[in-house]
């Protein structure tokens, strides 16, 4: 009841709700019941809640919502099949990411991208540092997207394969591979091709 108030705009971000004494009354229930009501609705990131203080009304963000999937992503991952049915939605994700970044990229998205491109290219030698400019350069075509829920699912998932992608470009000859790989995504890019970009990330995909 707590959350359709907040959805009707009776309380707006920013507002303190009343106090748990108000509520109790004006909901007919205990103090633990708000208290409960009170801690679920802070996990879903529509209130902060603080000892001694009125609990007060929040924006919900695209990257709180999805740290909340953490832990039953981890459980996830480690079921049999749990690691190949999230690179497949990483796939699944990047692919899209790379049309939509050869739709919208501007020539500042462009120096970006290039920029991450040619860290990325001057870590071939460094096994650490190829696997962090991997991550950026991959970072960067989710960033032209603008989209915060398209970016922070991104990072998520990420993270959680990071182990698996590491191993994968630490063996001899990928990171050679992968950095073409990226070169390759990033004319198609710069080439405003959506079906070239896609088709180079799936390719990239696939092989690494």
Request: charged share 25%; net charge negative; hydrophobic share 50%.
């Amino acid at each position: 009841r707590i959350e359709e108030m907040i959805r009707e705009g009776r309380y707006a971000v920013g507002d303190n709700l009343p106090s748990e004494r108000e509520l109790m009354e004006e909901l007919g229930v205990g103090r633990s019941a708000v208290r409960e009501a009170l801690m679920s609705l802070n996990r879903m990131g529509l209130v902060a809640v603080n000892s001694g203080e009125r609990a007060r009304v929040t924006a919900p963000t695209a990257r709180f919502l999805v740290s909340e999937l953490s832990g039953a992503a981890r459980l996830l991952l480690a079921q049999p099949g749990g690691v190949r049915s999230f690179q497949e939605a990483r796939a699944l994700l990047e692919i899209g990411l790379c049309r939509v970044a050869a739709q919208r990229a501007t020539e500042s998205d462009l120096q970006m991208l290039k920029a991450a491109l040619e860290t990325n290219r001057a870590a071939i030698n460094d096994p650490a540092a190829f696997v962090r400019t991997d991550v950026a350069f991959h970072y960067a075509i989710a960033a032209i997207s603008r989209s915060s829920i398209f970016i922070s699912v991104h990072d998520a998932v990420v993270e959680w394969l990071q182990e698996q992608r590491s191993t994968a470009l630490r063996a001899r000859g990928t990171a050679e591979l992968a950095y073409a790989a990226h070169q390759r995504i990033f004319d198609a890019i710069a080439a405003h091709d959506p079906a070239a970009a896609e088709a180079a990330m799936e390719d990239h995909r696939n092989a690494i």
